[in-house]
């Protein structure tokens, strides 16, 4: 499934290749956010055109709505959203922790009331992988119980443990599948939790080593704690992690938190800010970000980006781009939304060039050079 | 600039070619309404491979939110929206009729506050010639007064008097313009205003064909009288009109009411319908209107129209787009929208082949049996 091409110098980063029945993903990849199976205001053709090689999909909110009786009469999530290129789904247990209501957990699995309609639903580890099974999602990630920042170690280590179980039964669950000759061509991966706790961590990748998943992720980051500490959470455990199979950190990140993760050696990304901010008028550019309804842009002519060549910048000006967005047209966020997602795109694809040519260092120095965090 | 290529052997549809400095445009034909500086929700790039010839923008937003200074800057409006295609202006009256607040008509011009900011301007039929000129539309409108339905004869016979001086000081202006060499391949029209009263329209005609505009528009329809009405009116005026130049029937309409007006002899329209409606759930289909919210669309796998070949029909299902309009999803409400574009562009185009091949009647009558109105 994964091929390591080849591994920079002076970093951990690292090039490689995924090989799914939907096509190959180069790695480090970013992977555009589709909540509810669309990538928020963009059209899939522009979204493949601006470099996507595969999207994430959110099986809580598509377990929910439309729900899975349609999925499963359209023949499965591809074809339901017209998207022919690899899609990982989460397990849904990130948003049933943050969104749906009166949620109660115990080792079997995690009852919760849809923050839709209130509907009670109670799923197993089991269900969930059967829900992206019939999703048909090429990479299908695990029930996992994530952690918010900060949490006492009790708390983390309790979460651990589930963590690990829900993986065994998962891993057992799949084989069966497997044996049933439904899923044999979706990855599973195995997601390390932990918290900031660094021998957590060391305790859940060892157990989950010896399930032997396709590839490891690692969740439990960016839920509230400071950079520096995701980091350092990404760098010790991925340097535990096998080095034959992809990383990828879940829900990572801003360019400068995925240029740090890719020196850590992580190899996959997806992250909802390329569309939220483009949706809330703000713009990622090679210098930092653009508020475009700022008075600065009501006369600037020039492209969001002079470095970008995606389709709002090879055509309209800022000037154009801050009168939709006061005007409060629906095309000022999808042209925003549209660069960004371009932008982490093509911050991926120049990512993967560094690391080819064995100068990733001097290019994440060169970009945050030229990069106002903030 | 307008050459008449083909009349209709059983109708007074026509077939003809109008020849702009942005390109040329095949008439019958439709202009998607880009109220802002951009038709809702769709990239210029989607609407000109939908078929667009011709776009339509309106003054009166545009004057008011850029304003002319941003776009005076951007070296006029095909610049600053991206669209190098020709752009029809409106001159603003309707909507300072219909949207501005605390309006005073004059003989000079009109005075109104601005709908954003309660802002006043005063406006003559020559500021809003070099409003225009400043826009560098391909073809120009000229201030006039337009009646809504149902209005007394006095009120008609004023306001089409005023319109008819109007047109007169604009006609002036704008052959000063052309000394200035400043805008000489802009084209004007003149519009007919008169309500329902032949006789008016008849007296309306009679002058402005005196004052020879590069074509002519009938305004004031469609503004709240019955059908019957609307079809009545552009048949009477239609007649009058000269035979080599372009006809206009301003804010027409819905597919019936294109239909009924190209047999009669006109050959352009505009109407933001298209959009309204997408952004609204509704789909334009040759069998009618679809609300996509509905519940028998929810497991609906067909395309919205399987007779389109747009690309939302080419690659979504009503069960995908019912999804989306349920979970709020932009995409929905674009994907309906371009299809809505698409589907009156292309119906332009049939209608041009049917009058080509002589049998714009029979096109009709088929068109109409096949789509349910309501």
């Keep these: 499934?994964?091929?390591?091409?080849?591994?920079?110098?002076?970093?951990?980063?690292?090039?490689?290749?995924?090989?799914?029945?939907?096509?190959?993903?180069?790695?480090?990849?970013?992977?555009?956010v589709g909540t509810h199976g669309t990538i928020k205001g963009l059209y899939p053709k522009d979204v493949v055109e601006a470099g996507a090689q595969i999207m994430l999909a959110n099986t809580y909110h598509l377990f929910l709505r439309p729900g899975m009786e349609v999925i499963r009469k359209a023949k499965g999530l591809h074809?339901?959203?017209?998207?022919?290129?690899?899609?990982?789904?989460?397990?849904?247990?990130?948003?049933?922790?943050?969104?749906?209501?009166l949620r109660k957990l115990s080792d079997k699995g995690v009852e919760f009331q849809s923050h839709i309609d209130g509907c009670k639903h109670f799923?197993?580890?089991?269900?969930?992988?059967?829900?992206?099974?019939?999703?048909?999602?090429?990479?299908?990630?695990?029930?996992?119980e994530c952690v918010h920042y900060p949490c006492t170690r009790t708390q983390a280590e309790m979460a651990m443990h589930r963590t690990i179980n829900w993986a065994g039964r998962s891993c057992k669950h799949k084989n069966r599948l497997k044996e049933d000759n439904v899923n044999n061509r979706q990855f599973l991966f195995g997601i390390v939790q932990g918290a900031t706790y660094e021998d957590l961590r060391n305790?859940?990748?060892?157990?989950?080593?010896?399930?032997?998943?396709?590839?490891?992720?690692?969740?439990?980051?960016?839920?509230?704690?400071?950079?520096?500490?995701?980091?350092?959470?990404?760098?010790?455990?991925?340097?535990?992690?096998?080095?034959?199979?992809?990383?990828?950190a879940m829900g990572i990140g801003y360019p400068q938190d995925i240029l740090e993760a890719v020196e850590r050696g992580i190899d996959m990304f997806d992250c909802v800010?390329?569309?939220r901010y483009g949706r809330n008028g703000t713009a990622f550019t090679s210098k930092g970000k653009v508020?475009?309804?700022?008075?600065?842009?009501?006369?600037?002519?020039?492209?969001?980006?002079?470095?970008?060549?995606?389709?709002?910048?090879?055509?309209f000006s800022r000037a154009y781009l801050r009168h939709l967005f006061n005007a409060r047209e629906m095309l000022g966020l999808t042209l925003l939304?549209?660069?960004?997602?371009?932008?982490?795109?093509?911050?991926?694809?120049?990512?993967?060039?560094a690391i080819r040519d064995n100068c990733f260092s001097e290019f994440k120095k060169d970009f945050l050079n030229n990069y106002l965090i903030g």
């Design 1 to 32: 499934m994964f091929k390591l091409i080849h591994q920079d110098k002076n970093s951990g980063a690292r090039l490689g290749k995924i090989t799914t029945r939907h096509g190959e993903i180069e790695t480090p990849c970013f992977m555009p």
């Design 273 to 275: 800010v390329p569309t």
């Design 123 to 144: 799923l197993t580890p089991e269900d969930v992988l059967d829900i992206q099974r019939d999703l048909g999602s090429d990479i299908m990630m695990p029930l996992d």
């Design 203 to 248: 305790i859940c990748v060892k157990e989950l080593k010896d399930m032997d998943f396709d590839g490891y992720a690692i969740g439990g980051v960016s839920v509230g704690e400071p950079s520096n500490l995701i980091y350092n959470i990404l760098g010790i455990t991925a340097v535990l992690l096998p080095i034959e199979k992809p990383r990828y």
């Design 337 to 353: 939304s549209l660069h960004n997602v371009y932008f982490f795109l093509d911050l991926a694809g120049k990512i993967r060039k």
């Design 79 to 101: 074809k339901f959203i017209s998207w022919d290129k690899p899609i990982l789904t989460d397990s849904g247990g990130y948003q049933i922790f943050s969104l749906a209501l």
């Design 291 to 315: 508020k475009i309804g700022n008075s600065p842009y009501l006369e600037d002519f020039k492209a969001l980006d002079e470095n970008c060549s995606c389709y709002t910048c090879r055509n």
